[in-house]
Every structure is written in C-alpha cells, then in structure tokens.
C-alpha cells in the first residue's frame, strides 16, 4: 500500500513537472491579482488611475457620474465577476442592479469622483481576493500540445472512447470530426471549438483542406482514426501560424467556504451583522427577498460565485432557499433573517459537501483585447488582465 502511494505520489509530482515546464513552453501569464492589488495599494497610481477613468466616463464633463454615466462601468464589473450580459437573467440583473446601489447606496442620481474611487476601490479588492483564490490562467495555445498528445500514448485510448460517444451508427466522417474536436479541451492542446473565430479561422479551414471525397460517407472506427490524425495535423499547422489566446480557469465548490465559516461564530456574527445594515428595513423588518441579496453578498468570504455565474452552483442555492421557504414573501426581523441564512448556509453547503461541483472554463481572448467599456481597459496597459506577448 505505502509502495502504491508513494508510485501515485511521483506520478503526480511528473504531472506537475510537465505542466510547469509546458507552462513556462507556451508563455503561461497566470492572473492571480496581485496586480490589482499593487494598484490599488498604490495611492498615488490609484489616484491616477481613478482621475483617468472618471474624466473618460464622465461624459458631459459636470464633475460626477449619473447613472447612466456609470452603466459601463457596472457591465464591467459583471464581466469581471463572471455575470452573464445584462437582459439574460433576472438574477444577474438584479445583482448588476446591486453593484450600481454600491455606488449610489440607492438613493443619488450622481456620485462624486471621490465615492466613485472609494467604492471602485473596495470592489477591485474584492476582485483581487477572488482571483487569488481562484486564479485565470492565461495560455497561448499554439499547436505543440496538440501535436505532443496525438503522439502520446494517451491518444488512442482516449480517441476511441471519443468514437463512441459521437458516432450514432450513419453519421459521416465531417459530422463524426466536427463532434469529436468539440471534445477535445486545452488539455489536449486544442481553443475551445464553441468560439465562432477558432471554428471560421481554425477548424473549418482545416476541414477544406483534407479536400477528401469520403468527408460525407460514413464512416468507420478505423477511418475515422486515420483522418482524424489528419485533421488534427493540419489544425497543429494552423495553430502555430495563428496562435490562440485562451483565459482558463478550474474551480471546484466543495462547500469547505462555508464549513470555515459557521465554525467560527465570531466571524458568522460578524458577517451576518454586515449583510443585515445593508438590507433595506422597515420597523427594524425586512423582506424576505433581501435574504437572497445577502446570501450573494456572502458569497466571497464563503468561496462561491455570484449567483448567476455557474448554474450548477445556482441550483444548489436555489434548493437550499426552497427548503429553507426564505422566498414567501414575508417580512422578517434581525433574528430571523440570520437564522434563515445561517440554515440556508448550512444547506447548501450539506449539498457541496457530497456533490462537489467542478467548473473549468475557456475564454478565447482576442487580440487586440478590445473592450467596450472604459473602466476595466486603462492605458497604461490593463491592471486586470496581461496577455502573453508573441
């Protein structure tokens, strides 16, 4: 047994040598922000930083942001955050709609440039913990991964388990290729095939390029692993003259945030204090729909996404509220509202606990980066993200 460990442990320390030195091949840059971090500690780059990205969002040049004024600047944050676009989600929305009180604590119709850099200033530090405990990972995918597997060992086994999953018995050998290259991750080597640039600039020139006669015949086990080896030969070509950038993240939600937090009852209080200031009240009662507002609110110190960002995630959630009945609408005082969350913490993180939820994602980055908004692209280059040079 002690024998068994030990052969798993140098595996896994080979896997890791492998990985940094692929890292360290391929120009890795991983985003974890300190960057962030060293600018906002920086009073003085701060300052300027602020002074440039108020004068470009104050649009009528009046001296302090309206509301509208501060909509690119809230689309931004959202992104930053992992939110879907505003309109696609009510619940997403709503949380946008939160980001934007922080500014106005909900009742200015402008904020001065020195609220605008205090709040920016306590978001981005949010920000730099998340991405410190979940960090973006930058990769240049240019076609030496991709190449280094279809040589492994690992290819054929892993190909052939690929065959059975896309082949439906009369499926020709494009529809097989186009299916199974949507299996393959930047683990193998290979930019998410889902971007509409890697599928017009990458894949479908690799396919005309084959030029074969039998790409609409069905199509055999044997078949498709000669062609495939094909494709994916000119698709390693292709990449090295069109390097892909790709942000790659890996995160898992195991509920251990939460478990840290409800055994330490000072912390618990603490927390649970700061989200009840910050709900709307009536006669010392709120509704119970600000619990939702202050279970998203938590998320951070307690190692989950805003809600809206993972729907697995969101569905656990969704479960704890139903059983905890926190969404009938009633209003609640000071007591109730922290046990309902505390259950509702609890529940959630009773799901984790069994049923981790892991989550990668892989984000083609393209260059030039441009972005729509003006907050988060500041010139000197970005303090959120650095691409790796080519």
């Known amino acids: 047994m002690a024998s068994g460990k030990m052969e798993n442990g140098q595996q896994q320390q080979q896997q890791q040598q492998q990985q940094e030195v692929r890292r360290r091949r391929n120009g890795e840059v991983v985003v974890d922000g300190s960057e962030i971090l060293q600018l906002v500690e920086n009073k003085e780059a701060f300052?300027?930083?602020?002074?440039?990205?108020?004068?470009?969002?104050?649009?009528?040049?009046?001296?302090?942001?309206?509301?509208?004024?501060?909509?690119?600047a809230v689309a931004d944050i959202g992104a930053a955050i992992g939110l879907p676009a505003r309109g696609s989600s009510a619940?997403?929305?709503?949380i946008y709609s939160e980001v934007l009180n922080e500014f106005t604590k909900g009742?200015?119709?402008?904020?001065?440039?020195?609220?605008?850099?205090?709040?920016?200033?306590?978001?981005l530090l949010g920000m730099a913990a998340g991405l410190k405990r979940d960090p973006i990972v930058i990769l240049r995918i240019n076609g030496e991964d991709l190449n280094e597997?279809?040589?492994?060992?690992?290819?054929?086994?892993e190909m052939a388990a690929i065959f059975s999953q896309v082949e439906s018995g009369n499926s020709t050998l494009q529809q097989c290729m186009l299916a199974a290259i949507r299996q393959l991750t930047v683990d193998h080597g290979m930019p998410p095939a889902s971007d509409s640039w890697v599928m017009e600039n990458i894949i479908e020139p690799a396919l005309q390029e084959l030029r074969g006669d039998n790409l609409e015949q069905p199509v055999t086990q044997e078949v498709f692993f000669q062609e495939f080896r094909k494709f994916l030969a000119i698709l390693t070509q292709r990449l090295q003259g069109h390097p892909v950038i790709v942000a790659h993240t890996e995160n898992t939600f195991d509920g251990n945030g939460i478990k840290k937090l409800l055994s330490n009852k000072l912390e618990l209080d603490k927390l649970l204090d700061c989200v009840w200031r910050g709900v709307p009240k009536e006669k010392d009662r709120t509704a119970k729909q600000y619990i939702r507002v202050a279970f998203d609110r938590m998320a951070d110190s307690i190692n989950l996404p805003?809600?809206?960002?993972?729907?697995?995630?969101?569905?656990?959630?969704?479960?704890?509220?139903?059983?905890?009945?926190?969404?009938d609408g009633k209003a609640v005082d000071e007591t109730e509202f922290k046990k309902l969350l505390t259950e509702i913490l609890g529940a959630v993180m009773l799901q984790l606990d069994g049923?981790?939820?892991?989550?990668?994602?892989?984000?083609?980055?393209?260059?030039?980066m441009s972005t729509s908004s003006t907050l988060l692209s500041p010139s000197p280059p970005s303090p959120m993200v650095s691409s790796p040079s080519e």
């Open 47 to 72: 300052g300027k930083f602020v002074e440039q990205k108020f004068r470009l969002l104050d649009g009528d040049g009046d001296g302090r942001l309206s509301v509208r004024e501060l909509q690119p």
């Open 107 to 123: 009742k200015k119709e402008s904020v001065s440039k020195s609220e605008f850099q205090r709040v920016l200033s306590d978001i």
């Open 355 to 368: 049923n981790p939820i892991s989550v990668s994602t892989n984000s083609v980055l393209h260059e030039p």
């Open 149 to 157: 597997f279809v040589e492994s060992p690992r290819y054929e086994p």
């Open 306 to 327: 805003p809600y809206g960002a993972v729907e697995q995630v969101d569905a656990v959630v969704d479960e704890a509220f139903k059983m905890a009945k926190a969404e």
């Open 91 to 94: 619940q997403a929305d709503h």
